[in-house]
């Protein structure tokens, strides 16, 4: 029993234990291990911010997708509607800025700056139509527009840098505006091809996704129209043969794309007559492949009855 005691007699509070129980000290002697290397909190790629109509550019340096881009945008806005930044956006600022810049540029004739590399500009915005029937919706749209020289790092099976494969892995509805300009179209057409494969093996089934094959910069032809469907199918057959096969299989669109007279003064390109028809065309391809409806849609038996009486 006296070795019971000893064995469990309680904790003698004496300058011994004291030294025992001192609390940890928060000195400098305590250096963490050279030898250990914590691992750090994962950050999350998930897109934020889902709930939109994503629309991703592809081309290469100087095919004109920025040229497009800003030119679609303001048709949208100064024809089609109001179109403005997403509140509650983390870029809405940025856009606001951006767009900006694009509506001052556009109408001096001033193209827009080259994307930067290895970075997605994405522009997150509201377009509400100026059309009244209750059918053309407001919708969001998400604009990404990426720099020429990350598209050319897909060939030959390479991989696009990770802030573009976030959004082509990314659960997100996807509508593609694939853009080569007149004057290299011959060039891309294996790189179209490679990137047509890598939307494949990303599980985008090119039958039913929404995708556009765009010849921007068809001024350089010395006209600014196709004088029919066929002038522009030979165009892309002959310089585009592998791609033209992609397109007519899977059923994918076509257009062609000018900004209007464009010239060269003292090393720059400025634009000398603005042409907006083709970005007409583009933007109502658009909102009709994402809703179904056209953005000029008439309405309605009664909603036509009740325009013509408001009218």
Request: aromatic residues 10%; charged residues 30%.
């Given at each position: 029993?006296?070795?019971?005691?000893?064995?469990?007699?309680?904790?003698?509070?004496?300058?011994?234990?004291?030294?025992?129980?001192?609390?940890?000290?928060?000195?400098?002697?305590?250096?963490?291990?050279?030898?250990?290397?914590?691992?750090?909190?994962?950050?999350?790629?998930?897109?934020?911010?889902?709930?939109?109509?994503?629309?991703?550019?592809?081309?290469?340096?100087?095919?004109?997708?920025?040229?497009?881009?800003?030119?679609?945008?303001?048709?949208?806005?100064?024809?089609?509607?109001?179109?403005?930044?997403?509140?509650?956006?983390?870029?809405?600022?940025?856009?606001n800025v951006l767009l900006s810049d694009f509506f001052e540029n556009i109408r001096q004739g001033?193209?827009?700056?080259?994307?930067?590399?290895?970075?997605?500009?994405?522009?997150?915005?509201?377009?509400?139509?100026?059309?009244?029937?209750?059918?053309?919706?407001?919708?969001?749209?998400?604009?990404?527009?990426?720099?020429?020289?990350?598209?050319?790092?897909?060939?030959?099976?390479?991989?696009?840098?990770?802030?573009?494969?976030?959004?082509?892995?990314?659960?997100?509805?996807?509508?593609?505006?694939?853009?080569?300009?007149?004057?290299?179209?011959?060039?891309?057409?294996?790189?179209?091809?490679?990137?047509?494969?890598?939307?494949?093996?990303?599980?985008?089934?090119?039958?039913?996704?929404?995708?556009?094959?765009?010849?921007?910069?068809?001024?350089?032809?010395?006209?600014?129209?196709?004088?029919?469907?066929?002038?522009?199918?030979?165009?892309?057959?002959?310089?585009?043969?592998?791609?033209?096969?992609?397109?007519?299989?899977?059923?994918?669109?076509?257009?062609?794309?000018?900004?209007?007279?464009?010239?060269?003064?003292?090393?720059?390109?400025?634009?000398n007559l603005l042409n907006l028809s083709t970005a007409e065309v583009l933007s109502k391809w658009?909102?009709?492949?994402?809703?179904?409806?056209?953005?000029?849609?008439?309405?309605?038996?009664?909603?036509?009855?009740?325009?013509?009486f408001s009218n």
């Open positions: 029993m006296d070795n019971f005691n000893e064995k469990f007699k309680p904790l003698s509070f004496d300058h011994e234990a004291e030294e025992l129980l001192k609390p940890l000290s928060f000195d400098n002697e305590h250096q963490v291990q050279e030898d250990f290397v914590p691992i750090a909190r994962t950050i999350s790629n998930d897109i934020k911010n889902k709930e939109s109509n994503f629309v991703f550019f592809f081309g290469t340096a100087d095919s004109g997708k920025s040229v497009i881009l800003s030119s679609m945008l303001y048709y949208l806005k100064s024809h089609a509607g109001v179109l403005r930044p997403k509140l509650g956006t983390p870029n809405s600022k940025e856009a001033i193209l827009p700056n080259r994307t930067s590399r290895d970075k997605v500009t994405r522009l997150d915005l509201v377009f509400e139509p100026n059309n009244k029937s209750k059918r053309v919706v407001p919708i969001d749209l998400t604009f990404l527009e990426t720099s020429g020289e990350n598209h050319n790092e897909i060939r030959r099976g390479g991989s696009y840098h990770s802030s573009i494969e976030s959004f082509l892995n990314g659960n997100v509805p996807l509508t593609f505006i694939i853009v080569t300009s007149y004057d290299s179209a011959h060039r891309e057409d294996s790189l179209i091809n490679e990137f047509l494969d890598e939307l494949e093996r990303k599980g985008k089934n090119l039958k039913s996704v929404n995708a556009v094959l765009v010849i921007s910069k068809w001024d350089k032809s010395g006209r600014m129209d196709v004088e029919s469907a066929e002038e522009l199918e030979g165009f892309i057959s002959d310089r585009l043969p592998m791609t033209a096969q992609r397109i007519n299989t899977y059923g994918l669109s076509k257009s062609y794309y000018t900004i209007g007279s464009v010239e060269n003064s003292i090393g720059q390109e400025r634009v658009l909102y009709r492949s994402i809703t179904g409806y056209d953005l000029d849609y008439e309405g309605t038996f009664w909603e036509r009855l009740k325009f013509s």
